[in-house]
T-cell receptor, first 114, second 115 residues
Framework: DGGITQSPKYLFRKEGQNVTLSCEQN?????MYWYRQDPGQGLRLIYY???????QKGDIAEGYSVSREKKESFPLTVTSAQKNPTAFYLC?????????????FGEGSWLTVV | SQQGEEDPQALSIQEGENATMNCSYKTSINNLQWYRQNSGRGLVHLIL?????REKHSGRLRVTLDTSKKSSSLLITASRAADTASYFC???????????????FGQGTILTVHP
């Protein structure tokens, strides 16, 4: 099955802890993205990566970190510096332009601070 | 800041009616895409329109793009209860620009289709 897999689906974090959300894709896409979605809101871009070993900050990168050591993997760490991390997190990858530029999303991860 | 802004924020219609959602953006784009999201799920791609295209159709969907007004519209014809979802537009910056590779989504339109 080709696609994007996010894990875990639900995650609870104690205040002051770092947590890492996994995102794996077997679509052979170079570009990958992390978005945050708050209830009833749109998607806000946290980080994006256009190629292995490279990534750029999005609009709300503070309190988050990423790595892109492998093409198929783009994990997101929510650090203790993120003051309001409770949200729905979505990972995506994008086809190259020559194939149509379509973005594919994972099913998301719900993070709750307890 | 959000590049795309959808309008209206919420739309409630009866089955069989048409639904029109609009999206405005601020900077030059390479293409614009529309996505659908069922509650608590990931987004599903609906249709992509390139900056040099003006209209595109896919089944019951019709998308228009007006680059001079920096706006796009999504029309769903003969709506069904199963079309109930949130709809988002996403823009991709032009190659060579500062936003190249960056995908920005609007706030979305919540569509409710009553049976």
């Amino acid at each position: 099955d080709g696609g994007i897999t996010q894990s875990p689906k639900y995650l609870f974090r104690k205040e002051g802890q770092n947590v890492t959300l996994s995102c794996e894709q077997n679509l052979n896409h170079d570009a990958m993205y992390w978005y945050r979605q708050d209830p009833g809101q749109g998607l806000r871009l946290i980080y994006y990566s256009q190629i292995v070993n490279d990534f750029q900050k999005g609009d709300i990168a503070e309190g988050y970190s990423v790595s892109r050591e492998k093409k198929e993997s783009f994990p997101l760490t929510v650090t203790s510096a993120q003051k309001n991390p409770t949200a729905f997190y979505l990972c995506a990858s994008r086809e190259p332009a020559i194939s149509g530029n379509t973005i594919y999303f994972g099913e998301g991860s719900w993070l709750t601070v307890v | 800041s959000q590049q795309g802004e959808e309008d209206p924020q919420a739309l409630s219609i009866q089955e069989g009616e048409n639904a029109t959602m609009n999206c405005s953006y601020k900077t030059s784009i390479n293409n614009l895409q529309w996505y659908r999201q069922n509650s608590g799920r990931g987004l599903v791609h609906l249709i992509l329109i390139r900056s040099n295209e003006r209209e595109k159709h896919s089944g019951r969907l019709r998308v228009t793009l007006d680059t001079s007004k920096k706006s796009s519209s999504l029309l769903i014809t003969a709506s069904r209860a199963a079309d109930t979802a949130s709809y988002f537009c996403a823009t991709s910056g032009r190659a060579g620009g500062t936003s190249y590779g960056k995908l920005t989504f609007g706030q979305g339109t919540i569509l409710t289709v009553h049976p």
